[in-house]
């Protein structure tokens, strides 16, 4: 240990010099001097002991001198330096001091222990070089030592690492098969049943890592329950032997069933030291069992249940199994383990034969037998016995027989089989009779429409005559009304004949809504003025325009639930509502472009009403209500038949209510209201819309024309018909336009005809001797297809011919034959001229100057109907405001007087604000005319 003489002689000076007082400066300087001596003593080896005395010795009167004794001053400076020099490390200081006293002593035995210092260190150093040579002879050896050393440490660090190297090898090895063996691995100390190894799939279902397991108690890990339960099994593995068991572990993947297996390792005395801890997830396994033992049970307690006798055989026909049917049947408790032979000992020939089905049976497949076989009584049962193969893997293949009691079904086959033949004989009479039944109808359609065909086909002709006297004229109505009321009777029975021979049937069509309500609506117009009802059709905003649904018996409904209407009022008003369900069934309209949706029609009148009595025969065939019966008109087929159709278009049918509900201060009778509701698809638009709506209301006002368009080509027309008096018809009607015509009265000769004359159009009958309006078709067709074959597309448009059958049949599934024949359209006889006149317009082109009706003014005035508030903005703001307040006080006497004042300036629109309030149309008004006002704000 080192002292730092100066730095301790500045740190006692300091302690000293700050005391003021002389007595206690001179106690300090005692009390500074004896831990200086102190100090200077606890400094160890080698400094001598004297060496301390004296340095403790010159410093304390240094420090005397220093503060107490000046004259001391100079000689105590000379003391520091040396004892300063000698602190440093200066050997060899000397202090030069002449005095006798104490310091004079004290400098004198500094010099002498400076002296022996110098010996000393002499000394030290010859020893100090001894000792280094020696140090270095012995580092030569040690160094030779080290080296020998170091390679052998290197040799045995290269071993060590090695070892390491293929101990780590092997563990990585260890782990990666363990890892990835299907099994929980682990290995457990015997001596403390603690954890020494797990591979990772016994990591990963205890969702802990693998330090945290290993050194764990297996209770720690399996738990306390799981542990008791596997002590018994790690006794056995004590005295050395393995063993197994399964139980339930609750583990990362929920509650398993485990089969744990136990493997002893020993050490090198053979003494058991481990456990090899090898589990199995067997939960699929178990569940699988418990499934087996479960689906066996059902299989049992099903095959138990069954009427039928089941039974299974080995490869060599020895029954292993029969269910309870053939045990209480036949006793078959004794079949078990037996074969055939054993089973019947006194029938060897069936027996036999049961044995050769089995072999075929194990060779070929399946097979049945019906056989009869005695019960426990002796009575015998015919049995179907179906025998089939049983594969199974690995093993020999089993047999398998299901027997059905056909007892009593060979005799129901018996009684149905005489029971059989009774209705064929029936039925091929009531086809007879129904073939009979449809060709007497067939034939009755075309024998009474033919004559009214002439009868309503001249009558129309002959009132064409200018000169025709008014008496005349009236006659030639009262002709056509006969004639006209003979056919809807004729319709009305052949509908009804159709109904009940199962030959009605659906025809859709896509059609405009609102145009079949305003063509009813004109129909029915003229009646009900007549009558002076009034007639009102009242359609809701989301009524669709263009539905697909069967337009002909739609329409029929309606015109016979309106003419009933209008038949039984004789005061008050007819209405027709039209409106639509909220819900609509969605439908996908990129592959269908249409939706469906609810229609609902209703008809309700102020008429005498129905009897509740009346109500439940009112739709039963050619029954007639009270009222009917006074009417002294009618068949009483019109409702049957309606509902009949209605139940077709998709409704339940036709309700009927009366009395009806009142509205509008109507006066007349209780009433009653027709409704129904059908399904339709509604389609975004109708093909050729305008175009139809033109020649619908031609066809249905019996507008006739009076000459052809200027600038038409001559066109040729060839009417076939085997009737004179129908070609007579045709050609009257059709000569005064100036057509070329020609008459065929056989299809034979139509074809021949068609070949020379190459006609525009071919007026086709149906019906004819020789060669029918179908086989003429065909030919003619093919013959067009031919010659078109090798002619240029300009070329066949200009030898195109149109054929339009011309047909008496009622029969709605006749079209389907016409059209597919290749007839481009077909109409029914008896028609009107404009029908007539409608088609030639649509497939020919024929272009027609009608005699009252612009067709183009009255299709526009048919799509203009709609009131918008754009047509209203012509009108001045102040008498829009009086019609409003007029219509809400219902004054239609006030309403029709404001109206009129635009008669002058807008009579399309004065005629459709009259016609709307005439109808009650009150909202669509208002609405309007609040639409109009907010435009021009």
């Known amino acids: 240990m080192a002292v730092d003489f100066v730095s301790l002689k500045v740190t006692y000076f300091i302690r000293i010099a700050a005391i003021n007082?002389?007595?206690?400066?001179?106690?300090?300087?005692?009390?500074?001097?004896?831990?200086?001596?102190?100090?200077?003593?606890?400094?160890?080896?080698?400094?001598?002991?004297?060496?301390?005395?004296?340095?403790?010795?010159?410093?304390?009167?240094?420090?005397?001198?220093?503060?107490?004794?000046?004259?001391?001053?100079?000689?105590?400076?000379?003391?520091?330096?040396?004892?300063?020099?000698?602190?440093?490390?200066?050997?060899y200081p000397e202090i030069d001091i002449k005095r006798s006293d104490a310091l004079g002593r004290l400098a004198h035995a500094f010099?002498?222990?400076?002296?022996?210092?110098?010996?000393?260190?002499?000394?030290?150093?010859?020893?100090?070089?001894?000792?280094?040579?020696?140090?270095?002879?012995?580092?030569?050896?040690?160094?030779?030592?080290?080296?020998?050393?170091?390679?052998l440490s290197d040799l045995l660090l290269l071993q060590v690492k090695e070892t390491k190297k293929a101990l780590r090898e092997s563990e990585q090895q260890l782990h990666f098969i363990t890892d990835n063996m299907p099994a929980f691995i682990a290995y457990v100390g015997l001596d403390d049943l603690r954890y020494r190894f797990v591979n990772s799939k016994f990591v990963k279902a205890h969702k802990m890592p693998r330090e945290q397991i290993i050194g764990r108690h297996i209770k720690e890990i399996i738990g306390e329950e799981n542990y008791q339960y596997a002590r018994q099994y790690i006794d056995i593995v004590r005295s050395g032997r393995g063993t197994s068991y399964e139980n339930i572990f609750h583990n990362a993947h929920g509650k398993r069933w485990i089969e744990v297996n136990y493997v002893p390792t020993f050490d090198k005395w053979g003494e058991v030291e481990g456990i090899a801890v090898l589990s199995f997830d067997i939960t699929e396994r178990r569940q699988a069992e418990e499934a087996l033992r479960e689906s066996q049970e059902q299989f049992a307690l099903f095959m138990d249940r069954l009427p039928h006798g089941v039974f299974i055989k080995e490869e060599d026909s020895r029954v292993i199994y029969v269910n309870r049917y053939l045990k209480e049947f036949f006793d078959a408790d004794q079949w078990i383990d037996k074969d055939a032979h054993a089973v019947f000992p006194n029938h060897p020939v069936r027996a036999e034969a049961a044995m050769a089905d089995d072999r075929s049976i194990l060779t070929q497949g399946q097979t049945k037998v019906e056989e009869a076989l005695p019960d426990k009584d002796g009575n015998e049962h015919v049995f179907v016995t179906t025998k089939f193969r049983i594969a199974r893997a690995n093993k020999p293949p089993l047999l398998g027989g299901i027997g059905l009691d056909i007892t009593d079904r060979v005799k129901a086959e018996r009684e149905l089989a005489a029971a059989l033949e009774t209705a064929q004989r029936l039925r091929e009479e009531a086809e007879a009779a129904n073939r009979a039944k449809s060709i007497f109808l067939a034939n009755m359609s075309h024998e009474l429409r033919t004559p009214l065909n002439a009868i309503i086909g001249f009558g129309q002709i002959i009132a064409r005559s200018p000169d025709l006297p008014p008496e005349q004229r009236e006659h030639l109505r009262i002709i056509n009304r006969s004639g006209e009321h003979l056919l809807a009777l004729i319709n009305q029975v052949l509908e009804l004949s159709k109904i009940e021979a199962g030959r009605l049937t659906l025809s859709k069509t896509v059609f405009d809504l609102h145009q079949l309500l305003i063509e009813l609506e004109g129909m029915f117009r003229l009646r009900a003025d007549d009558k002076q009802i009034r007639l009102v059709f009242e359609r809701s905003p989301d009524v669709p325009v263009a539905i697909r649904t069967d337009k002909v018996k739609l329409r029929q409904v309606l015109i016979?639930?309106?003419?009933?209407?209008?038949?039984?009022?004789?005061?008050?008003?007819?209405?027709?509502?039209?409106?639509?369900?909220?819900?609509?069934?969605?439908?996908?309209?990129?592959?269908?472009?249409?939706?469906?949706?609810?229609?609902?029609?209703?008809?309700?009148?102020?008429?005498?009403?129905?009897?509740?009595?009346?109500?439940?025969?009112?739709?039963?065939?050619?029954?007639?209500?009270?009222?009917?019966?006074?009417?002294?008109?009618?068949?009483?087929?019109?409702?049957?038949?309606?509902?009949?159709?209605?139940?077709?278009?998709?409704?339940?049918g036709i309700t009927v209510e009366s009395p009806?509900?009142?509205?509008?201060?109507?006066?007349?009778?209780?009433?009653?209201?027709?409704a129904f509701a059908i399904q339709a698809e509604v389609v975004r638009s109708v093909p050729g819309a305008k175009e139809a709506v033109t020649g619908s209301l031609l066809s249905e006002m019996d507008v006739r024309p009076v000459s052809l368009a200027p600038n038409q080509p001559r066109y040729r027309i060839l009417i076939v018909d085997d009737e004179p008096t129908n070609r007579q018809l045709l050609r009257e009607i059709l000569r005064p336009f100036g057509f070329a015509l020609q008459e065929a009265e056989n299809g034979r000769q139509a074809v021949e005809l068609w070949q020379e004359f190459q006609p525009h159009l071919i007026w086709m009958d149906i019906r004819m001797p020789e060669l029918d309006g179908y086989q003429a078709t065909k030919q003619i067709k093919a013959q067009l297809e031919m010659q078109e074959l090798g002619q240029g597309k300009a070329k066949r448009e200009a030898h195109k011919t149109v054929i339009i059958a011309l047909t008496a049949s009622s029969f709605e599934e006749e079209k389907a034959d016409i059209l597919a024949a290749g007839c481009d359209d077909f109409l029914r006889k008896p028609f009107r001229e404009a029908q007539l006149f409608e088609m030639m317009s649509r497939h020919v082109g024929v272009q027609f100057v009608y005699e009252t009706v612009d067709a183009t003014a009255m299709t526009g005035d048919i799509y203009r109907h709609s009131l918008t508030p754009d047509m209203l903005t012509a009108l001045p703001t102040e008498l829009l405001t009086q019609l409003a307040e007029t219509i809400e006080l219902s004054d239609l006497v006030r309403a029709n007087t404001i109206i009129n004042t635009v008669q002058d300036t807008e009579p399309e629109l004065a005629a459709l604000l009259?016609?709307?309030?005439?109808?009650f149309e009150y909202d669509t008004i208002l609405t309007a005319i609040s639409q109009s006002q907010s435009l021009r704000r």
């Open 111 to 151: 010099n002498a222990m400076a002296k022996r210092l110098q010996g000393t260190h002499t000394d030290l150093e010859a020893q100090v070089a001894k000792l280094t040579k020696a140090l270095a002879a012995s580092n030569e050896s040690l160094q030779e030592s080290e080296s020998r050393f170091s390679k």
């Open 914 to 919: 009259s016609r709307l309030v005439n109808n």
């Open 560 to 652: 016979n639930l309106l003419n009933n209407a209008l038949k039984f009022t004789n005061e008050g008003r007819v209405i027709l509502r039209v409106g639509v369900s909220q819900e609509a069934t969605a439908v996908d309209q990129e592959a269908h472009d249409y939706r469906l949706m609810t229609i609902h029609f209703e008809v309700s009148d102020t008429g005498p009403g129905i009897a509740p009595e009346e109500l439940h025969y009112l739709f039963e065939a050619f029954a007639q209500t009270e009222s009917g019966r006074k009417a002294q008109e009618g068949t009483g087929l019109g409702l049957p038949i309606s509902r009949k159709f209605v139940q077709l278009l998709g409704s339940d």
């Open 21 to 91: 007082d002389p007595l206690q400066r001179s106690n300090a300087a005692r009390t500074v001097l004896v831990d200086s001596t102190e100090q200077l003593l606890s400094v160890p080896e080698p400094l001598p002991a004297i060496l301390i005395a004296l340095l403790s010795g010159l410093l304390s009167v240094g420090l005397l001198y220093a503060f107490y004794i000046r004259p001391l001053h100079a000689d105590l400076g000379k003391l520091h330096k040396g004892v300063l020099s000698l602190s440093q490390g200066e050997l």
């Open 660 to 674: 009806a509900h009142r509205s509008f201060g109507d006066s007349g009778g209780p009433g009653a209201v027709f």
